[in-house]
């Protein structure tokens, strides 16, 4: 057979079918709206900053356990983004600043169940300080009104596992180093001082949070001060990679 004639039938075969598709698609389409109903987004938008400055710390922490639990049940609140980013282009008034691991498996906003411009978050790996994080914390907490500071750890944290290793290849050096003190300060664990004990790297992980904290409050006369006048929060929360719950120390 001709190449031309047999390019024209498959054409033909081709144009029919699509026709069929287009009438069964007609008579059969799939209603979303019928399986998952209309679908519209919950009321919530930014709030304004003399909303946000009603609020106590406390009230901000426990709005984060609610919305945490909300996450842990699948049952987090629909947003309407769109919206959302139009109404936070005109300005930011963040409830909380997260200071947390880089580790892509904690989807922050998530976890808390909040949306657009309701938190700041840092990241670096082993949730550790620096002049540089200090500074976004200080500039959220005094220039933006951002009442709560959460440092949240999680567990089996690969910094926390390098640091015990003493890995101080390329600019990993940096972070190892500094959790190196928290490190040799974690004492009465039972087993041996490795990785491989899982209450030794429990029990490095918290106390790293808290030492933080500690750096926190020493390194930062502004966030310290705020904190005394009870103009902020600063707390400990661990986030636990299997269930999803954050376990906050207040």
Known sequence: MNIIPRILILFLFFFTSCEDLNTNNTNHQVNLKDIYGELEPL???????????????MKIVSSFIQGNQRFIKNNLTVRDHTKMIREAALGQTPKAVILTCSDSRIPVEDIFDKGIGDLIVIRISGNIISNEILADMEHACRELGTKVVVVMGHDNCRAIKSAIDKDKSGNLASITLKIKDVIENTKNILGPRNKQNSQFINAVIQNNIQNSIMEIRKESPILNDLEKNNRIKIVGAKYNMASGEVLFDI
Request: no cysteine; glycine share 0%; charged share 55%.
């Open 43 to 57: 009321k919530e938008r930014i709030l304004t900053e003399e909303e946000r400055d009603a609020m106590s710390p």
